[in-house]
């Protein structure tokens, strides 16, 4: 099993603050997805990444692949109340096998 | 569009009670999952299969069964509900392997007393 961390486990903030989140691991990653989850729904894919050292922008969030493909981060600029959920980073094994996810960053901003 | 389907939502069982949690994708996807989310533990594969006809455990496979009735369908089922079981489930989709973007149901919430 491909294990993956992702810090921090939670998140309170201020509306317009910047935040960085982690998803780390020791395995290699053929790709690496970014969900977010509100209360009460299933999550909804944000970006995939597969090259290593790739950079993705997603309006006002940044997403990245290690050069090793080993980790990611997820940065948001300026956060709003309605960037509050839980973020959650899959990797895909380098066997072509199945995605495992991580534990999620739980994300609160206040206004 | 209807994504994927799953019922039913919220399910309250005693100890040892069986039930089936029903799930359907209408967006021709080959691979479809069953993960169950508790808090603080993300979400974890139960079963897989990737494509009609196949079926395979995930990380989390026991005290649970899977059929994949047809290419638009895949149910989960209880034989002998424990309380250990009390969790959110999901159901989720992809075209093909789950490189590609995972589809995800509204979640179905059960609760084993």
């Known amino acids: 099993t491909q294990l993956l961390e992702q810090s921090p486990q939670f998140l309170s903030i201020q509306e317009g603050e910047n935040l960085t989140v982690y998803c780390n691991s020791s395995?290699?990653?053929?790709?690496l997805q970014w969900y977010r989850q509100e209360p009460g729904e299933g999550p909804v894919l944000l970006v995939t990444v597969v090259t290593g050292g790739e950079v993705k922008k997603l309006k006002r969030l940044t997403f990245q692949f290690g050069d090793a493909r080993k980790d990611s981060s997820l940065h948001i600029t300026a956060a709003q109340p309605g960037d509050t959920g839980l973020y959650l980073c899959a990797g895909r094994g380098t066997n072509a096998g199945k995605s495992t996810f991580g534990d999620g960053t739980t994300l609160t901003v206040k206004p | 569009n209807a994504g994927v389907t799953q019922t039913p939502k919220f399910q309250v069982l005693k100890t040892g009670q069986s039930m089936t949690l029903q799930c359907a994708q209408d967006?021709?996807?080959?691979?479809m999952y069953w993960y169950r989310q508790d808090p603080g533990m993300g979400l974890r594969l139960i079963y897989y299969?990737?494509?009609?006809?196949?079926?395979d455990k995930g990380e989390v496979p026991n005290g649970y069964n899977v059929s994949r009735l047809n290419k638009r369908e895949f149910s989960l089922r209880l034989e002998s509900a424990a309380p250990s079981q009390t969790s959110v489930y999901f159901c989720a989709s992809s075209v093909r392997g789950s490189g590609n973007t995972i589809y995800f149901g509204e979640g179905s919430w059960l609760t084993v007393v």
């Open positions: 299969s990737a494509s009609e006809g196949t079926t």
């Open positions: 967006m021709n996807h080959n691979s």
């Open positions: 395995s290699v990653f053929s790709s």
